[in-house]
């Protein structure tokens, strides 16, 4: 009797182990600081016990070796069923069928959480009509501003409009020692890229390109995005705009910042770590990037958490993949400094009471994400070309944003 009785639980043990299912998740969150710990020591370990019949496998990939490990995963068929996924990734193994259009497949589901979302981060899952994942964390930049050096020209707080931008700029950029040189600047960036210009060019009413990402002439080179251009590059004439754009010597924004060099610079939410690390007494100040005719725009970062088509567990993937994005997974994120995505949480308390979250969650609202298009890498090259002819050789505006315009539309003929 003992003996049957031991096989029957043996038997029963056996069949509960067989109707879990394990699920793998690729992700590269950092072992070095909170968001590891937290995910793996509560986060995993809840999701678990809400849906004991899933079971997550977890494995940590170094943010740099993560994209060699996805092409080399998709080769041989071998990826993780879940995968926190750089946004610019998005559209690239979506277009080679590797990712599950969630709006599809979930259609009821999604269609019911789509709104939750900030818009930016949301449009960063998009691809060709479809959404291939959902938002997982996101960034934005802001423009900070040096209250001292600000004071010191009886300015009170940061620009609000683009006009109050230039004139700022021009108050207080100064040869300090009267040598003869600039040695106090308007305003630092660290580059010419989509990343540092796409504040500018949204601002100013301009694009790069259409609502389908489809579409570079007309939008690259439309007159709000010469404007900005025309306008940077009238700054930068003027001797407002520091040689950190360009990777010229000096010192770096942030300990330009810091130090009284640079009045005003774009910055993502990291700067107050990294500047209070070096400078604990530093005061920061903040406000959203100023006001053109296209608004207050900035520029969407952050990770999507996507469902490979390779997995055999989907059904049980998309239940992790809607509790990491659900309220209260997204709200213990900010804890360790990781930015929600939800519009519930824009006035949340833990937003309101956060050192700086506040006005990075406030910028999101109207931030643009880089085109989601597989051939990004390529347009992005392109368009820091074509801000470095302007900007470093001379070259015309117009002239040069027309030539990003026609190489783009090549760029996207590769992928009709």
Request: glycine share 8%.
């Amino acid at each position: 009797m003992k003996k049957l009785l031991l096989v029957v639980l043996v038997i029963l043990i056996a069949g509960m182990a067989l109707a879990v299912e394990e699920i793998t998740f690729w992700h590269s969150y950092s072992t070095n600081s909170g968001e590891y710990n937290l995910l793996t020591e509560k986060i995993i370990p809840e999701f678990e016990k809400s849906f004991p019949e899933i079971k997550v496998k977890e494995t940590q990939v170094n943010y740099d070796d993560m994209r060699q490990r996805l092409i080399v995963g998709t080769a041989a068929g071998a990826l993780g069923d879940v995968i926190r996924m750089d946004i610019i990734w998005v559209p690239q193994f979506a277009d080679i069928e590797m990712l599950v259009p969630v709006d599809v497949v979930f259609a009821e589901e999604f269609a019911e959480i789509e709104d939750s979302f900030l818009p930016g981060p949301l449009s960063t899952c998009e691809w060709n009509g479809h959404y291939y994942g959902l938002p997982l964390d996101t960034n934005t930049q802001v423009l900070l501003w040096n209250k001292k050096l600000f004071e010191e020209v009886g300015l009170s707080e940061g620009p609000k409009t683009m006009e109050e931008f230039v004139e700022f700029a021009k108050l207080l950029t100064k040869d300090k020692d009267g040598d003869g040189q600039i040695d106090q600047w308007g305003y630092a960036d660290s580059g010419l890229g989509p990343w540092n210009s796409i504040p500018w060019i949204y601002s100013f009413g301009g694009y790069i390109l259409d609502q389908t990402n489809q579409k570079a002439e007309g939008f690259v080179n439309s007159e709000g995005s010469i404007q900005a251009l025309q306008t940077f590059k009238d700054l930068r004439d003027a001797g407002c705009i520091a040689d950190t754009i360009v990777g010229g010597g000096g010192i770096g924004t942030f300990e330009g910042y810091a130090e009284d060099i640079y009045a005003m610079i774009l910055a993502g939410p990291w700067a107050w770590p990294i500047i209070k690390g070096q400078y604990p007494d530093a005061e920061i100040n903040a406000v959203i990037f100023p006001a053109g005719a296209g608004g207050s725009r900035s520029v969407v970062g952050g990770e999507n958490i996507v469902i490979t088509e390779t997995s055999e567990h989907k059904e049980a993937s998309w239940e992790f993949v809607k509790y990491m994005t659900s309220y209260e997974v997204q709200k213990a994120f900010v804890e360790v400094s990781q930015m929600p995505v939800l519009n519930s949480l824009v006035e949340d308390k833990a937003i309101i009471e956060h050192p700086y979250f506040q006005v990075f969650m406030q910028q999101l609202k109207t931030a643009v994400a880089r085109s989601p298009h597989p051939g990004w890498n390529q347009i992005n090259d392109i368009m820091d070309q074509a801000w470095q002819d302007v900007i470093v050789a001379d070259y015309d505006v117009k002239e040069s944003l027309d030539y990003a315009a026609e190489q783009i539309e090549e760029v996207i003929a590769e992928y009709e």
